[in-house]
């Protein structure tokens, strides 16, 4: 009873300072208290579990409500799956709340019909070809992105489980592909949400199937298409997804938190798709160790040495992001050396080659 009486006070002497404001403070304060409404809501929609295709294109053809430490980018990643071919692309977009400086380039996040943001796109293919890169212009649409600025343009649209994505620059077409869900491989697509009161994350992962041109030629193999939401705080994290030429495919993730020579892992988890087989095999306890800089070749292990592979790079691609603090995001192109996978019947002489992408994150920014 005492706690109803004292809330019922707040909102009684809140009432009569409200009387007290003139119409044009009012409707300043009606628009604050829906700002700070509608940011509520938003975060109460990012908590909740979501686990069905219908759910799928809501979250991704959408722009957040963001709070003040909010962040929000798309991510493409696209692996031939021939023999032999080292080709990539990777796109990357995306806006947050304020202010931010990408690579130098100040960023700041304004609605309009769209909202101001970055983008990246960049590939692999006999060498290293920055496509588009800078601050843009983020259109939405309940099945189309586009995102533009005056070097060119990407546009992403669709309707799960078919999409397409088209990437020109200065009017000529580099990129033209489609994306669909895979016919033999039922967990296509993943949500995850993790929040601690007001701060934490939420994200989308599609797992596709592309097929189509990339500087006009046939470009055909394995994608990883992702939105994720950030509130608080990007934190250092290892990630990297290898796709082998018969459809087999690594995927690890390890975040964790630095500070000095305190270093702990948040999560180490390791997945082994046989794409033969349609199986998916898990090790934990990963061992991650980087050697040199300019070209750095990884080697991996879990599970007490159970699962063992060697990596070396061929390109590579830097983000650094600040804003209150710094972080640093490196893409790295990579193929596999060497590969052994102990007591599962995994027979890796049929993996045939095997190319991705390994991300190194360090450092912190709201």
């Not at 109803?4 to 009387?19: G, R």
Request: charged share 30%; hydrophobic share 35%.
């Amino acid at each position: 009873m005492e706690i109803k009486k004292m809330t019922e006070d707040v909102f009684d002497t809140l009432n009569k300072y409200i009387q007290t404001l003139s119409s044009i403070e009012k409707r300043h304060f009606k628009e604050k208290i829906e700002q700070i409404n509608s940011k509520y809501k938003s975060l109460i929609e990012l908590k909740k579990t979501k686990n069905s295709t219908q759910e799928v294109d809501p979250m991704f053809f959408c722009f957040e409500d963001l709070p003040p430490t909010g962040k929000e980018y798309w991510f493409m990643k696209f692996a031939s799956t021939e023999p032999e071919d080292k080709r990539q692309l990777l796109v990357m977009f995306g806006d947050g709340f304020g202010t931010t400086k990408i690579n130098k380039k100040k960023v700041k996040c304004r609605k309009h019909k769209g909202r101001n943001g970055y983008m990246t796109a960049w590939c692999y293919d006999d060498k290293k070809d920055l496509i588009l890169d800078g601050k843009s212009s983020i259109s939405m649409n309940p099945d189309n992105i586009m995102v533009s600025n005056e070097q060119g343009k990407i546009n992403y649209n669709g309707k799960f489980p078919d999409y397409s994505l088209n990437i020109s620059k200065k009017n000529k077409e580099i990129a033209d592909l489609k994306i669909t869900r895979p016919e033999n491989n039922s967990e296509s697509f993943e949500f995850s949400s993790h929040f601690k009161s007001f701060a934490g994350f939420a994200l989308i992962n599609l797992y596709f199937d592309f097929t189509g041109m990339l500087n006009g030629k046939k470009f055909t193999g394995k994608c990883y298409v992702q939105k994720v939401i950030v509130v608080g705080p990007f934190v250092p994290w290892y990630w990297g997804r290898i796709v082998f030429s018969n459809g087999s495919i690594i995927s690890y993730y390890e975040p964790r938190i630095e500070l000095s020579v305190f270093n702990y892992k948040l999560s180490s988890v390791l997945t082994f798709y046989d794409n033969q087989k349609d199986k998916k095999y898990i090790f934990k306890d990963l061992t991650i160790k980087k050697f040199g800089k300019n070209s750095p070749r990884w080697i991996i292990t879990a599970d007490k040495g159970k699962f063992f592979i060697s990596l070396k790079s061929y390109s590579s691609h830097k983000f650094i992001f600040e804003k209150i603090g710094s972080f640093t995001y490196i893409e790295y192109l990579s193929e596999i050396t060497d590969i052994s996978i102990e007591d599962c019947d995994i027979d890796t002489s049929k993996l045939g080659s095997g190319f991705g992408l390994i991300e190194d994150a360090k450092g912190y920014v709201l």
